[in-house]
């Protein structure tokens, strides 16, 4: 096996959820060794019991650090914080499974600052869990960002054929709005430039969404926030000489996205470019923490408490989601 292959460090994510359904049919997966080389970050007595509701020939084995891990085909090698109790029910809310989550983080992301890992790849948590566990953040987003002490973080999506970053993300539409401003929409951009750049996309090309029905259609919608929250910002990046349109409409933005007009679009609240996404499939959506020192990518799906323990979560958004994170790793 090739030894310039990353480490990637796999949180568990919500124990009552399909996060150790995926991982263990990821591993049980050829292709996640190729990828790169992996490392479970949550409960080795989880995964067993997944490995066993699945029926799958792969091994679980506990171990105390990245160290002692092997990297053999066919064995998880998992870093195991014991934090689940054995009777932990599947597809129900648990505080202390919520806790669990934010603690397989915590412990991932001191691995990636003292460079034990190269990337981050996270299963779903649960919002509500992870509150009620303690921890009163929206979402892995905001957490990994206060772990990090990183002021600003920006949420990529990518599917096949598109990728959107969000100006604002988990925040009520009226204070998406009320936050947007000049300096956000410019950073956020920047953001997404300089990851796809490191994705060897060397001028990529850029489009804006508006925040109203056709970009305000010059006035006639809205109360002129494209002229005072967008503008500004896309002037002065293509004085910089970025490839970027816009404030455009968002419907057919997406439309022209999809077919290959642009690398990145501009998203300026959260169901805004979810939406457009989550059509595509969730099985093939990956989420990309961007800002973070370390990279972080994710599932774009949440923990399916409906269909948890029950062997039929599908594993290949996070094998999706691992091969970008390698692909980002291997790049930086």
Known sequence: MSHSLPVIGITMGDAAGVGPEIIVKSFANDSLYNLAKAVVIGDAKRLEKANALLGTQVRVRAIED?????FERGVIDCIDLQLIPDDLAFGKLSPVAGDA???FIERAVELAKARKIDAICT???NKEALHAGGHKFP???????HLTGVEEVSMMLVAPNLRVIHVTTHIGLLDAI???????????????????????????RIAVCGINPHAGENGLFGYG????KIIPAVQKLRERGMDIEGPLPADTLFFRAGRGDFDLVVAMYHDQGHG??????LEAGVN????????RTSVDHGTAFDIAGKGIADERSLLEALRQGAELATRI
């Open 66 to 70: 990245i160290a002692d891990a092997a």
């Open 101 to 103: 989550a934010f603690r």
């Open 123 to 125: 299963a779903p948590l």
């Open 139 to 145: 979402g892995h987003t905001e957490m990994l960002a």
């Open 178 to 204: 009320r936050k947007i401003e000049p300096g956000l929409v410019e950073r956020t951009i920047q953001r997404g430039y300089d990851t796809l750049r490191k994705a060897s996309i060397a001028n990529p």
């Open 225 to 228: 926030e494209e002229e005072e």
């Open 276 to 281: 457009p996404v989550k059509v595509l499939g």
């Open 288 to 295: 990309i923490t961007v800002g973070l020192d370390v990279i």
